[in-house]
């Protein structure tokens, strides 16, 4: 015979496991609630017959459950049974004198504490919450693992029925006697270290509950990475908080850090695009700093697969995409792998990827390119973010608002007539923002971001950083401005120059073309709008956005020069927004 305690809060799943056990010869031992439950089986015709394998575990202590149940297994007869070590002779002999039950298993969760908290019960109900026994019978059949499994989740059943299976099955193949205790160690250390686990934590919850400056946090290792940030950093590591899911799969590559900060950073813009604005969204990420972002325009004026719409994104600014990470909201298929497997890139994330897809993109760069499935992300999930740097650490809550058009209501300046394009222009600015290094400007266009000036000390510099990118992006989509590159390259004899050669050349022709050939690009710039992460401080700012055709301008307001800002919008026929919500990012 073989003998179980069974003690449970959450009784799910135990109307199999009992008489699974009760099949193979076990007394189950039980207590309260977990007892009655059990009793109701054995009144089911089927499991009648099990009814003297049910026992109270007062009939081993000889005492009653005491003080309203807080005290019901702490006993020697029951503790003994559970920590006795069934090859110590010395253990067995005791046990035997003193007429204690050897226990194979126990099967025991705990009160649920941090249920209740979050319930915002009272402190002393709180307090009727924290479990006494259930840790102890826990942490005595851990410590004894080589003697005695032990289930402390539900999900744990099926693969301990299963164990008990396969011996079954061996036993019947050896023609040798069906023996229990042959469960092997590394099964029983495997539940061991969970029931470890699920003890700390609960003891963590109840930490934090008693002292409210502990934050106490579970770091699981989920994956090695190569090495860190730069190659000296020789320990990296993914790791999840409080066991929280990673937001991708890996289908294949060997992920890096700094592809991690891209894959997530680019994964939530192009989702925020995407439930905003409803259209799927491509990103193209460089050093956590986004450098093209565009959406699937209206498939009524244009069918436009998400190849054509990462394309406008890497078109953006393509000597910056030259090894980005690829962020895609919605299904890559054949024709978008083709596309991607051709441009130099270090990995993409997606949603889902169809078969032939999956297989091209797992052949680029010799088998070893990135390739993420991203997982659905909860925007209205309270979160919080968690960062530790020369021995201290960071903590705020995460935020996960949406910009969308609720944001977009205050009007500040004498214009305000504004149309849906711009509307969704300034969004996808706005959100292009939220993922960029502060300080930061987005200048955004028909459906795209076309300049981005991120991390700059001054927001002077971002503008001028933003503009002068967002100015290239309209010469390179000119006849004209392409034409004149041609022909300085057949005058200069340089032909057989390779695709990136030729991007490199066509940015240094345009940062040295004349005054007056600038301006001409330049006045070329229409309805442009322009978001900034933080308050715009002085008229200046709008003095420098007027340069490069900015008609609409989104920022936070709350400056005390606000009145001269608007003022300067006023001056050059701008409208300008007032979110009252910061962008910062670091």
Same mark, same amino acid.
């Given at each position: 015979?073989?003998?179980?305690?069974?003690?449970?809060?959450?009784?799910?799943?135990?109307?199999?496991?009992?008489?699974?056990?009760?099949?193979?010869?076990?007394?189950?031992?039980?207590?309260?609630?977990?007892?009655?439950?059990?009793?109701?089986?054995?009144?089911?015709?089927?499991?009648?017959?099990?009814?003297?394998?049910?026992?109270?575990?007062? !009939?081993?202590?000889?005492?009653?459950?005491?003080?309203?149940?807080?005290?019901?297994?702490?006993?020697?007869?029951?503790?003994?049974?559970?920590?006795?070590?069934?090859?110590?002779? $010395?253990?067995?002999?005791?046990?035997?004198?003193?007429?204690?039950?050897?226990?194979?298993?126990?099967?025991?969760?705990?009160?649920?504490?941090?249920?209740?908290?979050?319930?915002?019960?009272?402190?002393?109900?709180?307090?009727?919450?924290?479990?006494?026994?259930?840790?102890?019978?826990?942490?005595?059949?851990?410590?004894?693992?080589?003697?005695?499994?032990?289930?402390?989740?539900?999900?744990?059943?099926?693969?301990?029925?299963?164990?008990?299976?396969?011996?079954?099955?061996?036993?019947?193949?050896?023609?040798?006697?069906?023996?229990?205790?042959?469960?092997?160690?590394?099964?029983?250390?495997?539940?061991?270290?969970?029931?470890?686990?699920?003890?700390?934590?609960?003891?963590?919850?109840?930490?934090?509950?008693?002292?409210? !400056?502990?934050?106490?946090?579970?770091?699981? $290792?989920?994956?090695?990475?190569?090495?860190?940030?730069?190659?000296?950093?020789?320990?990296?590591?993914?790791?999840?908080?409080?066991?929280?899911?990673?937001?991708?799969?890996?289908?294949?590559?060997?992920?890096?850090?700094?592809?991690?900060?891209?894959?997530?950073?680019?994964?939530?813009?192009?989702?925020?695009?995407?439930?905003?604005?409803?259209?799927?969204?491509?990103?193209?990420?460089?050093?956590?700093?986004?450098?093209?972002?565009?959406?699937?325009?209206?498939?009524? /004026?244009?069918?436009?697969?998400?190849?054509?719409?990462?394309?406008?994104?890497?078109?953006?600014?393509?000597?910056?995409?030259?090894?980005?990470?690829?962020?895609?909201?919605?299904? +890559?298929?054949?024709?978008?792998?083709?596309?991607?497997?051709?441009?130099?890139?270090?990995? +993409?994330?997606?949603?889902?990827?169809?078969?032939?897809?999956?297989?091209?993109?797992?052949?680029?760069?010799?088998?070893?390119?990135?390739?993420?499935?991203?997982?659905? /992300?909860?925007?209205?999930?309270?979160?919080?973010?968690?960062?530790? %740097?020369?021995?201290?650490?960071?903590?705020?809550?995460?935020?996960?608002?949406?910009?969308?058009?609720?944001?977009?209501?205050?009007?500040?300046?004498?214009?305000?007539?504004?149309?849906?394009?711009?509307?969704?222009?300034?969004?996808?600015?706005?959100?292009?923002?939220?993922?960029?290094?502060?300080?930061?400007?987005?200048?955004?266009?028909?459906?795209?971001?076309?300049?981005?000036?991120?991390?700059?000390?001054?927001?002077?510099?971002?503008?001028?950083?933003?503009?002068?990118?967002?100015?290239?992006?309209?010469?390179?989509?000119?006849?004209?401005?392409?034409?004149?590159?041609?022909?300085?390259?057949?005058?200069?004899?340089?032909?057989?120059?390779?695709?990136?050669?030729?991007?490199?050349?066509?940015?240094?022709?345009?940062?040295?073309?004349?005054?007056?050939?600038?301006?001409?690009?330049?006045?070329? %710039?229409?309805?442009?709008? %322009?978001?900034?992460?933080?308050?715009?401080?002085?008229?200046?700012?709008?003095?420098?956005?007027?340069?490069?055709?900015?008609?609409?301008?989104?920022?936070?307001?709350?400056?005390?020069?606000?009145?001269?800002?608007?003022?300067?919008?006023?001056?050059?026929?701008?409208?300008?927004?007032?979110?009252?919500?910061?962008?910062?990012?670091?």
């Amino acid at each position: 015979m073989y003998n179980a305690i069974v003690s449970v809060t959450d009784k799910t799943g135990l109307n199999r496991l009992v008489p699974f056990l009760w099949n193979r010869n076990f007394n189950i031992f039980s207590t309260g609630g977990t007892y009655n439950y059990i009793e109701n089986l054995t009144n089911q015709p089927e499991h009648e017959k099990f009814k003297s394998r049910l026992h109270k575990v007062s !009939d081993v202590t000889k005492f009653p459950e005491m003080l309203g149940g807080r005290v019901k297994t702490l006993h020697p007869n029951i503790l003994g049974g559970i920590l006795a070590c069934h090859i110590n002779k $010395e253990h067995m002999d005791e046990i035997q004198q003193h007429n204690i039950p050897r226990f194979n298993l126990v099967v025991a969760n705990l009160y649920q504490f941090q249920k209740t908290v979050d319930s915002g019960a009272s402190h002393d109900t709180i307090i009727e919450n924290i479990d006494i026994g259930g840790p102890t019978l826990i942490r005595s059949a851990a410590k004894n693992y080589k003697s005695v499994c032990v289930l402390t989740n539900p999900e744990q059943y099926s693969r301990y029925m299963d164990e008990l299976l396969s011996i079954d099955e061996y036993s019947i193949t050896q023609s040798i006697e069906v023996d229990y205790n042959r469960i092997g160690d590394t099964f029983k250390y495997n539940l061991a270290r969970d029931a470890f686990k699920n003890i700390a934590e609960y003891d963590n919850n109840i930490n934090s509950y008693f002292n409210k !400056d502990i934050v106490n946090l579970t770091i699981r $290792e989920k994956r090695k990475l190569k090495y860190g940030m730069n190659p000296n950093n020789e320990t990296a590591a993914i790791c999840s908080f409080n066991d929280e899911e990673l937001p991708f799969t890996v289908l294949n590559g060997n992920i890096g850090y700094i592809n991690t900060l891209d894959a997530i950073g680019s994964w939530r813009l192009v989702n925020e695009v995407k439930t905003v604005l409803e259209k799927d969204c491509c990103a193209s990420f460089k050093h956590t700093i986004p450098t093209g972002v565009a959406v699937r325009v209206d498939k009524t /004026i244009r069918n436009e697969s998400l190849a054509d719409v990462y394309k406008r994104a890497r078109n953006v600014d393509p000597l910056s995409s030259f090894g980005d990470f690829i962020a895609c909201s919605g299904h +890559i298929d054949e024709k978008s792998a083709e596309y991607i497997s051709k441009v130099v890139s270090d990995g +993409i994330i997606a949603k889902s990827y169809s078969k032939e897809a999956l297989d091209i993109l797992s052949n680029k760069k010799g088998g070893n390119y990135v390739v993420l499935s991203g997982e659905q /992300i909860d925007f209205e999930k309270p979160s919080r973010e968690y960062r530790s %740097m020369y021995g201290l650490s960071l903590v705020q809550d995460y935020d996960n608002t949406l910009f969308n058009r609720s944001l977009l209501k205050n009007i500040v300046t004498d214009k305000r007539t504004t149309t849906i394009q711009n509307i969704e222009d300034m969004i996808i600015a706005s959100v292009s923002l939220k993922y960029a290094q502060s300080n930061s400007i987005a200048f955004a266009h028909n459906g795209q971001l076309i300049g981005l000036g991120a991390g700059q000390q001054n927001r002077l510099d971002c503008i001028r950083l933003a503009g002068q990118k967002a100015l290239l992006w309209f010469m390179r989509n000119d006849n004209h401005f392409n034409e004149c590159v041609e022909n300085e390259i057949v005058r200069l004899g340089k032909t057989g120059m390779s695709k990136q050669e030729k991007i490199t050349f066509m940015y240094d022709y345009a940062r040295n073309l004349s005054v007056a050939d600038n301006a001409i690009y330049r006045n070329s %710039m229409k309805d442009v709008v %322009m978001s900034s992460d933080g308050f715009l401080p002085f008229a200046d700012n709008i003095e420098e956005a007027c340069k490069y055709g900015v008609t609409h301008v989104v920022n936070p307001g709350g400056s005390n020069g606000d009145d001269g800002v608007t003022s300067a919008c006023d001056k050059y026929n701008m409208v300008m927004f007032h979110t009252g919500k910061r962008l910062f990012f670091h």
